[in-house]
């Protein structure tokens, strides 16, 4: 279906043609923007609410810099969309987060008013002052280097990072505050707490009025006396503000807060911008999911709600006859409720993702054991580090993806000193949808090189309830398990818990000639795959490993005994993976079978669904069953 913009919007192609227009013409345009987004993401899916909230600040952002050249980094990316449709790509909009479309996040080789590539969060400010700095050293005085920031990404350690070095650097840049008190779930912290009290600005606003009181009186004194006054006030601001606001007092002018919908207000205040040197802020109250009423209500639930009916605000869910394979990350979040009922040294930790790894469960049965700690995935790791040290088991759950960010953490604070974390890493292997910054490719590799760490992979639903069962047991030492994105196979899933040994795999069907070798929940394609060679009379054996660390010593003895052709499955990167991890045992002890193994190779995969991306890469259905195929010499399918 053509989807057909407003005719103003119909008329922009680029920036160039957005500043064409009189600046009274721009509350038009941001109704037929927020109405496009609207109209596209409501039959082609991506993130809602925060491209919403944005829509004014995009057009005035726009409209008043001089973009490409002036330089807009977005944090995270998850709400450019006006940003993509206003620069070029309104025609492919529909396109978005499909397999070979668009992205759903600004990246540079898409465009060039995408600066910078971003997908995780809380990285504008550094790399927009990069670019300042850049600028200054090139002679480029008048370039302008603008980030745009939310209250929650404003949460991640590296936007601190950023303004403790932006506020000495003598560069131009211009930080937006996108403050709508919302993450995913609700913000969370000290500092969203300290951003609503400098909206109430409570201490200047009473020094101010007390000022003009004093003016009221002076004001007989003649007609300069205004004037003065005003100066005086200035002072007073400046002092006041140094050492009551934190962003002044990281030399950062601190402008706000003001309405975020306001387009003409926008625009004035930021051509004032322009022309004011150095590192400056501009906080902006706004409202995620702006102009979409169930979407302001329950912003968490419309940050990415997937197809909908724009009209009646139905989104859409797969209607099924039969019971369906719950999420696995429901299973990890009921489940570490019923654990931590059964055992009182169990906390939860999340940073930032309550609803997306189901922590939410937790955190509403036991509020003072589960914690959402902002965009923090250092701190998350860390925090739990400093738990483990007092006898309790955190089970620290951070997406493979975002696990990248707490990585020295992991080797630092947690297994060199062998302390007992229990990592689950939820959305391992393809993402999917959200494309290469969200794949967690790499996780296998990262965690099996670290001394102490054990690495584990469920099948289903059953072997994630046990390995956290088993993980939570005293003096386990750090602990991994990997699960991917979306549901597992079993609609009973409510097992009994049982203890697994630690590093042993499980026999799924003895066979001839071929061995194949899974980990994780791709063990359940080399099922199918079994069950589809059958009818052809040929019979692989299939071992789901469980652990690529430590690895089933006695199962590969007996496999490479038996087999001379072994093909390895893993939802990961081929470098250093699970399937280099059973490389390694081959030679360490001296066999010499046939390995293949079916992975994520070392190239960067875009977006598109998991099973296309699997496809892509090697190791979806269709291409274990040919691996085996060919191993054995017998036609491949086509
Ligand atoms: C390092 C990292 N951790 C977690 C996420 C997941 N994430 C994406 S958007 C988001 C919330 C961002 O909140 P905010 O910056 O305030 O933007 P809003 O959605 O409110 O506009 C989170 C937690 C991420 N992208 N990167
Ligand atoms: C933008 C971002 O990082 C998140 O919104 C991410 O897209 C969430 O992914 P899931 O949908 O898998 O929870
Ligand atoms: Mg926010």
Not at 146 to 152: E, P
Not at 227 to 233: G, H, L, Q, Y
Not at 470 to 475: G, K, R, V, Y
Request: hydrophobic share 40%; net charge negative.
């Amino acid at each position: 279906m053509i989807i057909k913009p407003g005719e103003l919007l119909a008329s922009i192609n680029s920036p160039a043609d957005l500043r064409k227009l009189k600046p009274e013409q721009l509350l038009q345009v941001s109704q037929e923007l927020r109405q496009y987004i609207i109209d596209v993401v409501s039959i082609h899916g991506g993130h809602f609410g925060a491209s919403l909230g944005v829509v004014e600040i995009t057009t005035a952002l726009h409209y008043v810099f001089n973009t490409p050249y002036d330089q807009l980094v977005w944090d995270v990316g998850h709400q450019a969309y006006g940003h993509k449709i206003l620069t070029e790509r309104r025609d492919v909009f529909h396109t978005n987060r499909k397999h070979g479309g668009i992205s759903g996040f600004p990246k540079r080789k898409e465009s060039e008013y995408d600066t910078f590539g971003v997908g995780h969060s809380s990285t504008s400010i550094s790399a927009a002052l990069g670019m300042a700095v850049a600028s200054k050293y090139k002679g480029e005085d008048q370039r302008q280097h603008i980030a745009v920031i939310g209250d929650g990404a404003m949460t991640g350690g590296m936007a601190f990072e950023a303004l403790n070095h932006g506020g000495v650097a003598n560069a131009n840049l211009l930080v937006v505050l996108n403050d709508n008190c919302m993450s995913i779930d609700p913000n969370v912290g000290a500092l969203k707490e300290y951003l609503t009290d400098i909206t109430t600005s409570r201490t200047y606003n009473k020094m101010r009025d007390e000022i003009w009181k004093i003016l009221g009186k002076i004001s007989k004194f003649g007609p300069d006396a205004r004037a003065i006054v005003s100066k005086i006030e200035s002072g007073v601001k400046a002092a006041i503000l140094k050492q009551s606001n934190l962003f002044e007092g990281l030399n950062f002018r601190y402008f706000g807060p003001i309405d975020g919908h306001d387009i003409n207000h926008l625009v004035s205040v930021m051509e004032d911008l322009k022309h004011i040197p150095g590192p400056k802020i501009l906080h902006c109250l706004t409202t995620k999911g702006k102009g979409f009423a169930l979407a302001e209500k329950d912003q968490t639930k419309w940050h990415a709600p997937g197809l909908f009916d724009k009209i009646t605000g139905e989104i859409y869910k797969k209607e099924y006859d039969t019971p369906q394979p719950p999420k696995y990350q429901d299973v990890f979040g009921h489940t570490m409720v019923e654990l931590a009922e059964q055992n009182p040294k169990i906390m939860g930790v999340t940073p930032a993702m309550p609803s997306g790894c189901s922590l939410n469960i937790m955190m509403k049965a036991m509020p003072d054991r589960a914690f959402d700690v902002g965009i923090a995935e250092q701190h998350a790791v860390t925090f739990s580090a400093g738990l483990a040290t007092q006898g309790l088991v955190p089970f620290c759950n951070i997406y493979s993806t975002f696990m990248q960010r707490g990585y020295d953490q992991v080797v630092h604070d947690v297994c060199l000193q062998n302390l007992n974390v229990v990592f689950c890493l939820d959305r391992a292997g393809f993402a999917g949808a959200d494309g290469p910054t969200h794949h967690g490719a790499y996780d296998i590799a990262y965690m099996r090189c670290i001394p102490n760490m054990v690495v584990a992979a469920p099948m289903n639903e059953q072997e994630l309830r046990n390995m956290m069962y088993t993980a939570s047991q005293e003096d386990m030492g750090p602990f991994t398990i990997r699960y991917p994105r979306g549901e597992g196979v079993m609609p009973k899933w409510r097992t009994p818990l049982e203890l697994q040994q630690v590093g042993k795999g499980r026999t799924v069907q003895e066979g001839e000639e071929v061995a194949i070798l899974t980990f994780g929940h791709v063990g359940n394609y080399a099922v199918d795959v079994c069950q589809k060679l059958a009818h052809d009379g040929i019979t692989p054996g299939h071992y789901d490993m469980r652990y690529a660390k430590p690895l089933d010593a006695e199962l590969l003895h007996h496999i490479f005994s038996k087999y001379d052709k072994v093909v390895t499955v893993e939802d990961g990167c081929l470098q250093g993976g699970f399937g280099s991890a059973v490389l390694e045992f081959m030679v360490d002890n001296g066999y010499t079978s046939q390995v293949k193994r079916l992975g994520i190779p070392d190239a960067i995969f875009e977006h598109g669904s998991q099973l296309e991306l699997q496809h892509e890469a090697g190791f979806a259905p269709i291409d274990i069953e040919n691996t085996v195929r060919e191993l054995i010499g017998v036609a491949v399918k086509v």
